[in-house]
T-cell receptor, first 113, second 113 residues
Framework: ETGVTQSPTHLIKTRGQQVTLRCSSQSGHNTVSWYQQALGQGPQFIFQYYREEENGRGNFPPRFSGLQFPNYSSELNVNALELDDSALYLC????????????FGQGTRLTVV | SQQGEEDPQALSIQEGENATMNCSYKTSINNLQWYRQNSGRGLVHLILIRSNEREKHSGRLRVTLDTSKKSSSLLITASRAADTASYFCATGPSGAGSYQLTFGKGTKLSVIP
């Protein structure tokens, strides 16, 4: 149990739709990252938020966006869904930016049809 | 893009045997971490080794790091059926402002009772 919870656990969306995934970090954790894990692959870094501001981004298009809130919750929004967006989306929180250990949630399985 | 490459992709052993997984990476790193993932769910942090360390132990886990060869290995001794999972190495890059973990594709370990 990492203390990081994600919702929903599963989601099915239609191509072209928009989706919002949610993550609740451990209390006191001011850094949250989001990862996309396609089937059979390792997680790929989408972006990181530190104290409610994006401070790092991987190789993902702008239709992937996020928010981090003062209550240690965060969101990942994906617009104009494509079939290739089908994946497990993981959030990971850290106590502080410089910490090395990240605590992962159980993920949201998104299927785009 | 994936930084690390685990080897083998899949490993099947009998309970009680040792399991060895290898990871190679491409760029300079600050640290290397190993994570475990059960059935495509959340990642659990196992162990971290810093770039100036060569070997580290935690319970039945032993990790080695060879920065000259850009490789690491994870040894699980006296394996149990409950060790069945996918194992990923993840590198934390060196340099100011580094934030993301870069994962390999993972090794799928099956421990047969």
């Amino acid at each position: 149990e990492t203390g990081v919870t994600q919702s929903p656990t599963h989601l099915i969306k239609t191509r072209g739709q928009q989706v919002t995934l949610r993550c609740s970090s451990q209390s006191g954790h001011n850094t949250v990252s989001w990862y996309q894990q396609a089937l059979g692959q390792g997680p790929q870094f989408i972006f990181q938020y530190y104290r409610e501001e994006e401070n790092g981004r991987g190789n993902f298009p702008p239709r992937f966006s996020g928010l981090q809130f003062p209550n240690y919750s965060s969101e990942l929004n994906v617009n104009a869904l494509e079939l290739d967006d089908s994946a497990l989306y993981l959030c990971a929180s850290k106590r502080d930016l410089g910490d090395t250990e990240a605590f992962f949630g159980q993920g949201t399985r998104l299927t785009v049809v | 893009s994936q930084q690390g490459e685990e080897d083998p992709q899949a490993l099947s052993i009998q309970e009680g045997e040792n399991a060895t997984m290898n990871c190679s990476y491409k760029t300079s790193i600050n640290n290397l971490q190993w994570y475990r993932q059960n059935s495509g769910r959340g990642l659990v942090h196992l162990i971290l080794i810093r770039s100036n360390e060569r070997e580290k132990h935690s319970g039945r886990l032993r990790v080695t790091l060879d920065t000259s060869k850009k490789s690491s290995s994870l040894l699980i001794t006296a394996s149990r059926a409950a060790d069945t999972a996918s194992y990923f190495c993840a590198t934390g890059p060196s340099g100011a402002g580094s934030y993301q973990l870069t994962f390999g594709k993972g090794t799928k370990l099956s421990v047969i009772p």
